[in-house]
């Protein structure tokens, strides 16, 4: 597949790298030299010194044959302008990076696909919907639900009060469902195998049902953590306004802005559902001017990465039980993991990886980003023709660095061993520790 990238920011590197490691025919392309010159040259892709909104630059660039341009630069109006002209030069598919949600709706679609724009995909909106599902629970870090809450998964970390420390597999206590499809320790992701055991600090990776989590809380020693009502928001970002607009009502937000006009477009927008305060959210006088005991959560969305991860640590001193950091410097996401500041939200690697899905050939219905553990967890649509429903799973030969997950049945969520079935129709939740291409052929 051929696929011409625009934009060499940190979505468009990010994800050239992913795919030329699939051996992709991948075209970088920018009109910034500079930008180009930092991109690893030992990696296997071309770069071109272009503006993506040049016819000329895109027929030099190959757009006449590409399969796929997908246009990531930070200007939106710039990137659907790109994809309208790569799609009348003969490219297949467009994918544009916007920041209008409201171009997104259904009604809307048709007429952006009659212009050329095929897809699009607004990071800002991916991470808020990710910080808004890391707030459900304050024990764990990350929480994702399929087949509309059939099945979910959990990543949380390993204290002293779990009950599972130090203990093979094999071993664990099964009369509460739930399956552990993967273990980080340090920097290294496990799929775990029967003999393998959970060491504390882990960051344990469990599939289950919504009806289990009370039961799995108590295994995981983390019955103390209540309910998260009230989330103190440093910033006023774009990140921060979609995360209020998609949250439900029942939790209470104070966002703190320094920039006074900032304050005032905050108000504006989201005023009714949140509480607008123009401060330094990391002034300790005034988180605790702000009622900290009354606040569950602290959530840092400046736009600096070294400050979001200082304000959680000094949140954490301060009694907030739960912390999410936006790092967007992907080197510092190893950092933040060992400093234990909480959850770690990056927005380019949550775009990458919704725009990676969307380009492959099995039905993949949902793919979730695992920031910590460099990895994801997709959702396919067994089709009748499924090589996956000619065996059981103990005999189906999925490679290293893959496991199932569970299975959504006629709405109906199931955990998965050796002996299940999989049958057309099914949903099946797969967690992935290499890249998702290389199961497609068994659905």
């Not at 295994?219 to 607009?245: C, D, H, P, W």
Request: net charge neutral; proline share 2%.
């Amino acid at each position: 597949m051929k696929i011409l990238i625009a934009g060499a920011g940190a979505v468009g590197t990010h994800l050239s790298e992913l795919l030329s490691k699939e051996k992709q025919d991948i075209v970088l392309m920018d009109d910034d030299m500079e930008r180009l010159r930092k991109v690893d040259s030992s990696l296997d892709f071309m770069t071109v010194n272009a503006s993506p909104t040049s016819i000329a630059g895109l027929k030099n660039s190959g757009v006449s044959d590409a399969d796929l341009f997908i246009a990531v630069t930070p200007d939106e109006s710039r990137n659907m302008t790109a994809c309208m002209i790569a799609s009348s030069l003969g490219a297949q598919k467009t994918i544009a990076r916007i920041e209008n949600y409201e171009y997104m709706l259904p009604k809307h679609q048709d007429f952006f696909k009659n212009l050329g724009v095929d897809s699009m995909i607004c990071p800002e909106m991916l991470a808020a919907k990710e910080i808004v599902s890391s707030l459900k629970m304050s024990w764990i870090r990350q929480w994702w639900e399929f087949g509309g809450g059939a099945l979910v998964m959990l990543g949380s970390k390993m204290r002293e009060t779990s009950t599972i420390l130090n203990t093979k597999l094999s071993e664990l206590d099964r009369s509460v469902p739930y399956h552990i499809v993967a273990i980080k320790r340090g920097p290294n992701t496990i799929i775990p195998r029967g003999s393998d055991e959970i060491k504390l600090y882990d960051i344990v990776y469990v599939m289950t049902k919504r009806e289990y989590l009370p039961a799995l809380k108590k295994i995981f020693g983390k019955e103390s953590y209540g309910n998260i009502e009230n989330v103190f928001v440093l910033g006023g970002s774009r990140i921060a306004i979609r995360t209020v607009q998609c949250a439900s009502d029942n939790f209470n937000f104070k966002i703190a802005e320094q920039n006074l006009e900032k304050c005032d477009r905050l108000n504006q927008l989201i005023g009714g559902k949140a509480m607008i305060i123009n401060g330094d959210g990391r002034d300790m006088d005034l988180l605790r001017q702000e009622g900290i005991k009354r606040n569950h959560a602290f959530v840092a969305l400046s736009d600096n990465s070294e400050t979001n991860i200082l304000a959680c640590l000094s949140a954490k001193r301060l009694g907030f039980r739960k912390t999410i950091a936006e790092v967007e410097n992907i080197d510092y996401i190893a950092m933040a993991e060992s400093l234990d500041i909480g959850t770690v939200i990056n927005k380019k690697l949550i775009a990458a990886s919704h725009i990676y899905h969307m380009m492959l050939n099995a039905d993949v219905s949902n793919v979730k980003s695992l920031t910590f553990a460099n990895a994801d967890v997709a959702e396919f649509t067994v089709k009748e023709s499924s090589y996956i429903t000619r065996h059981k799973v103990k005999d189906v030969g999925f490679p290293k660095g893959f496991t199932l997950g569970g299975i959504i049945r006629n709405g109906q969520g199931m955990l998965v061993d050796g002996e299940t079935e999989i049958l057309p129709g099914d949903h099946v939740v797969v967690f992935c520790g290499e890249m998702i291409k290389k199961i497609e052929k068994f659905f």
